[in-house]
Structure formats: structure tokens, C-alpha cells
């Protein structure tokens, strides 16, 4: 079993940025692909990063350029910063985690985090 916790989000003004944790715990990190999602009020859950355990990062087209996504395998912490942020990037934000494998759809990844809140304002 992986928990995971996010932390970091906030309310911001549009432009601004924001690090978004994700924490685990329970089993080692290191060959697991983590990633990033949100889901906007009355939106489908989409898919915004991940980063594989090998180090191969992949990004929405919609972040690609002010985002990014880390990893600290040491600390079990995977990060999304997030630059320039904009209205349309208001959602709860999720990371999410599957064993040895990779993908942008969310039913692929068996652990999921509570989410946390970011809101842009213009």
C-alpha cells in the first residue's frame, strides 16, 4: 500500500506561482511513476504530469512550459511546480501513483492522494 498526501495549494493571483508536494508513505517510492491531476468544479479528472521511475517526465499541453514535475526519491516527495498560473488552472490538484508503469489516464494509477486546493484568480 502507497499513502500519499498533497500539500501546497492556495489561492493565488493569476502569474504567480505555487510548489505542490506529494508525499508517500507505506512502500518505497523509487519504481513507482507518480502523477498529477486536477479536476476543475463540473470538469472530467485530467491529467496534468508524471514522472516514471525512470525519470521520463510528460506533460498536458496546457502546462507544457510552466510546469514541472520532480521527484526526491531520499524524501518519498514528488513536486509540481507551477509557474505563470492561470484562472483556468483553478481545480483541486491530485497526485496519484501506479507500480511500474506509466500513463495519462487516471484509472491507470492505484493510489491517490486527498487533493489540494488551487485557486487563480484573475
Known amino acids: 500500500q502507497v499513502q500519499l498526501v498533497e500539500s501546497g495549494g492556495e489561492s493565488v493571483q493569476a502569474g504567480a506561482s505555487l510548489k505542490l508536494s506529494c508525499k508517500a508513505s507505506?512502500?518505497?517510492?523509487?519504481?513507482?511513476?507518480v502523477g498529477w491531476f486536477r479536476q476543475a468544479p463540473g470538469k472530467d479528472r485530467e491529467f496534468v504530469s508524471f514522472e516514471n521511475w525512470i525519470g521520463v517526465r510528460k506533460y498536458a499541453d496546457s502546462v507544457r512550459g510552466r510546469f514541472t514535475v520532480s521527484r526526491d526519491n531520499a524524501e518519498n516527495t514528488v513536486f509540481l511546480q507551477m509557474n505563470r498560473l492561470k484562472p483556468e488552472d483553478t481545480a483541486v490538484y491530485y497526485c496519484?501513483?501506479?507500480?511500474?508503469?506509466?500513463?495519462?489516464?487516471?484509472?491507470?494509477?492505484?493510489?491517490w492522494g486527498q487533493g489540494t486546493q488551487v485557486t487563480v484568480s484573475s
Open positions: 496519484a501513483a501506479v507500480l511500474t508503469a506509466w500513463s495519462i489516464e487516471a484509472g491507470e494509477y492505484d493510489y
Open positions: 507505506g512502500r518505497v517510492f523509487i519504481n513507482y511513476t
